[in-house]
């Protein structure tokens, strides 16, 4: 037997070599990238945020996610698309940003081997840094394993490429002089759970010769054609916020710097109205829409198999999509990090209620991956999804989210973010593992 057949038969039953490595991961966050104290933060404010074991797929199934993203890409360049999609979105969305396509696009997967499909978009995605910490923290406990883990040498280029593309961003908004400060911008940031990779960017930044702050958007303001934060000029914002259309009166200097091209802001309004509102995976998901916008065929076979069909919930429609809500997921359009979504068959009426009221699009359901986690007693399944970040189209790394529930919630032991490694076909059975 190959010692590589081997190794893929102890991967997927007892051997399991290949985990995070709790004293890496601290080094990572405390000497290598991060800073004192960050590893204890991470402990405290969220325990579940690392997953304790990888995810592996097929490079079939990696190549069809990048085709998806590509296709995707070729549609939201199309002028008619645009024009569609803006004419129903709020005004700010239809403010030129001038060039800027914005950072960290998440394209979120459900794959396992009997389905496939695109199940969200995200325009304003956490977890980046998170992965590049992950990576430094992987061990293979034989040689055999070895060559899953990434190497130093990469994920030093995954962090640099991250750098790159806020420095490529301040560069499309036309902007000759160097960028010189960034305000990574949530409301109350140090309430937020994922505020530990505020600290990674911040640090990151730094690191490259940038100066960093992280803010609440209501310690921006803007004086004379500058937003500021105190003293310090900003000239780029990393957007968090999940008010996508700055529309909180917290938000509102914010808002007036973005319109008046005061700050270059990204992600930025109208990247989340052509991608990320939920309503766009109707579209994505119509063979005769697609085909009217003269998406080449090649294409809309793409997308049509690889994007669940999604509806928008209607009066109209509401009946026969009650009738048939076991086989349907129901999210709001405008909603983020998996909240107010539900699974048809744990609806219940007064839920189903507030669904027809508006502002819900109901998607073919695809179930997630499952991953075994073999050295428990008994073994434990965790479900997983696959997110897919890219920028410009290219996409920049995958990673998984490990979880139990519904959805994924990084409340879930031995779950949270995992690496995601590819494998041989035949090794593969398409669960996530060998």
């Excluded at 499909?117 to 998170?130: D, K, P, S, V």
């Excluded at 902007?175 to 949530?186: C, H, S, T, Y």
Aim: charged share 20%; net charge neutral.
């Amino acid at each position: 037997m190959k010692p590589e057949v081997e190794v893929i038969q102890a991967f997927g039953g007892e051997c399991f070599c290949v985990s995070l490595d709790n004293d890496a991961l601290r080094r990572a966050l405390e000497s290598e990238i991060g800073q004192s104290g960050l590893f204890d933060l991470v402990q405290q404010r969220c325990p579940y945020l690392f997953a304790t074991r990888p995810v592996l797929m097929a490079p079939a199934h990696i190549a069809r996610m990048v085709e998806v993203v590509a296709a995707v890409e070729s549609v939201v360049a199309i002028p008619a698309y645009r024009a569609a999609v803006l004419a129903a979105s709020p005004a700010i969305a239809g403010h030129d940003p001038g060039g800027v396509r914005s950072v960290f696009f998440a394209y979120d997967f459900h794959v396992t081997e009997g389905g496939f499909g695109l199940i969200e978009i995200n325009t304003n995605a956490g977890g980046a840094m998170l992965n590049a910490v992950l990576a430094r923290a992987q061990r293979a406990c034989c040689s055999g394993m070895a060559k899953w883990v990434p190497t130093l040498a990469r994920v030093n280029a995954l962090e640099d490429s991250f750098v790159a593309m806020f420095r490529r961003e301040w560069s499309l908004s036309g902007r000759e002089r160097p960028l010189g400060a960034i305000a990574i911008v949530d409301e109350a940031p140090e309430a937020q759970y994922l505020y530990p990779e505020f600290l990674l960017f911040q640090q990151l930044f730094q690191r490259h010769g940038l100066q960093a702050v992280i803010a609440d958007p209501s310690q921006l303001r803007l004086h004379e054609g500058t937003l500021r934060y105190g003293d310090l000029a900003i000239d780029l914002v990393y957007n968090r916020l999940t008010d996508f259309y700055l529309d909180a009166p917290a938000n509102a200097g914010l808002r007036d710097a973005y319109l008046s091209g005061a700050v270059v802001l990204t992600p930025h309004p109208q990247a989340h109205a052509l991608y990320a509102d939920k309503r766009n995976l109707a579209l994505l998901s119509d063979p005769d829409r697609l085909r009217a916008l003269g998406v080449p065929q090649a294409t809309r076979a793409v997308l049509l198999a690889g994007t669940p069909h999604t509806e928008i919930v209607t009066a109209d429609n509401a009946e026969r999509l009650w009738q048939g809500r076991r086989r349907l997921f129901f999210k709001p359009a405008a909603g983020f990090g998996s909240r107010a979504a539900y699974r048809g068959d744990k609806l219940t009426k007064r839920v189903w209620q507030e669904i027809v009221a508006g502002g819900y699009v109901a998607q073919a359901l695809v179930m997630p991956g499952e991953r075994i986690i073999p050295d428990e007693d008994p073994p434990r399944p965790l479900k997983f999804d696959l997110r897919v970040y890219a920028y410009e189209g290219k996409v920049q790394w995958v990673a998984a989210r490990l979880y139990q529930g519904q959805t994924t919630n990084f409340r879930t032991p031995g779950g949270g973010f995992a690496p995601v490694y590819e494998g041989p076909v035949a090794a593969l059975d398409g669960s996530g593992q060998f």
